[in-house]
């Protein structure tokens, strides 16, 4: 059964750096794409990153040149590290995989199959 386990969120100050992973077991399959989401309270979820198998990546414009995703095939990990964080970075974030296919860059969540259970981000001002 697969399982997706998020972890490295916390409480960092504004202007500070996260690195946050995702360890993906269980799957018997290679996953079309992998992706970051979060969950701002009072707003709907939206995507933040993505990566597909050959390594092409995607990234919300709110995101652009404050974050990097990556992937280690070796260790089933998906990362995402996260620079110059803001107040308005605050939320839960969730890793999400898409087993057949996906458009990297409409960071869509319906296009997401599976889905980890979140790690808490909060940035104080």
């Known amino acids: 059964q697969e399982q997706l386990v998020a972890s490295g969120g916390g409480s960092v100050q504004a202007g500070g750096s996260l690195n946050l992973s995702c360890v993906a077991s269980?799957?018997?399959?290679?996953?079309?794409?992998m992706a970051w989401f979060r969950q701002i309270p009072g707003k709907e979820r939206e995507g933040v990153a993505a990566?597909?198998?050959?390594?092409?990546?995607a990234y919300a414009d709110f995101a652009k040149r404050r974050l990097t995703i990556s992937k280690d095939n070796a260790k089933n990990t998906l990362y995402l590290r996260w620079n110059n964080l803001k107040p308005e970075d605050t939320g839960m974030y969730f890793c999400?995989?898409?087993?057949?296919?996906?458009?990297?860059?409409?960071?869509?969540?319906?296009?997401?199959?599976?889905w980890g259970q979140g790690t808490q981000v909060t940035v104080s001002s």
């Open positions: 999400a995989s898409a087993r057949y296919w996906c458009i990297l860059s409409l960071l869509d969540p319906n296009e997401y199959d599976f």
């Open positions: 269980g799957y018997t399959y290679s996953t079309a794409c």
């Open positions: 990566i597909g198998m050959d390594g092409d990546t």
